[in-house]
T-cell receptor, first 117, second 109 residues
Framework: GAVVSQHPSRVICKSGTSVKIECRSL??????MFWYRQFPKQSLMLMAT?????????EQGVEKDKFLINHASLTLSTLTVTSAHPEDSSFYIC?????????????FGSGTQLSVL | GQNIDQPTEMTATEGAIVQINCTYQ??????LFWYQQHAGEAPTFLSY????GLEEKGRFSSFLSRSKGYSYLLLKELQMKDSASYLC??????????FGAGTTVTVRA
């Protein structure tokens, strides 16, 4: 089945630094990828929709200058948390849609736990 | 906005049956997903309903009533490994999903 690889799985950084998270579709081309954030014991909140070759569409309340999304190819989207602060500490998950026989399916990456000190 | 409601927690005994309800009011509807999520891990797909009725997959079944904005996930013959959070998610359009807050199910021996 389709696989979405997300790296790193865990990152600890100092306040004020930037962190890049990669999301790759390993065996399919993903024209659309999604980035979610999840705080402890809460559900996934969609941050942005990433379309290959175009600007990402951000959800209301998500700062596009702080959470930079690049979808340069059909298999790679990156999320960069710029000037990270402790309140940005969260679990970040990407997902990618794949058109397959039987319909379109959505696959999730394994998530990245970000801790900002 | 999107409103997706499900209970916060449920507890059941090993071997029992548990039903997790989900009600939704969303700006669009193109199907409803149920996912299982263990702490610190990504969600894993359980079921997808787009038409009214019951979908059965082994020990898990999911039901949808679009007119009532209601779905449930039924877990039968509960096992300890079923202890997890269960997320109800509505597909608004394309693959934009809006998630409920999740129901934490605890299975006790």
């Amino acid at each position: 089945g389709a696989v979405v690889s997300q790296h790193p799985s865990r990152v600890i950084c100092k306040s004020g630094t930037s962190v890049k998270i990669e999301c790759r579709s390993l065996d399919f081309q993903a024209t659309t990828m999604f980035w979610y954030r999840q705080f402890p014991k809460q559900s996934l909140m969609l941050m942005a929709t990433s379309n290959e070759g175009s600007k990402a569409t951000y959800e209301q309340g998500v700062e596009k200058d702080k959470f930079l999304i690049n979808h340069a190819s059909l298999t790679l989207s990156t999320l960069t948390v710029t000037s990270a602060h402790p309140e940005d500490s969260s679990f970040y998950i990407c997902s990618a849609s794949s058109k397959q026989q039987g319909g379109e399916k959505l696959f999730f990456g394994s998530g990245t736990q970000l801790s900002v000190l | 906005g999107q409103n997706i409601d499900q209970p916060t927690e449920m507890t059941a005994t090993e071997g029992a049956i548990v039903q997790i309800n989900c009600t939704y009011q969303t700006s669009g509807f193109n199907g409803l997903f149920w996912y299982q999520q263990h702490a610190g891990e990504a969600p894993t797909f359980l079921s997808y309903n787009v038409l009214d009725g019951l979908e059965e997959k082994g020990r898990f079944s999911s039901f949808l009533s679009r007119s009532k904005g209601y779905s449930y996930l039924l877990l039968k013959e509960l096992q300890m490994k079923d202890s997890a959070s269960y997320l109800c998610a509505v597909r608004i359009y394309d693959y934009k999903l809006s998630f409920g807050a999740g129901t934490t199910v605890t299975v006790r021996a």
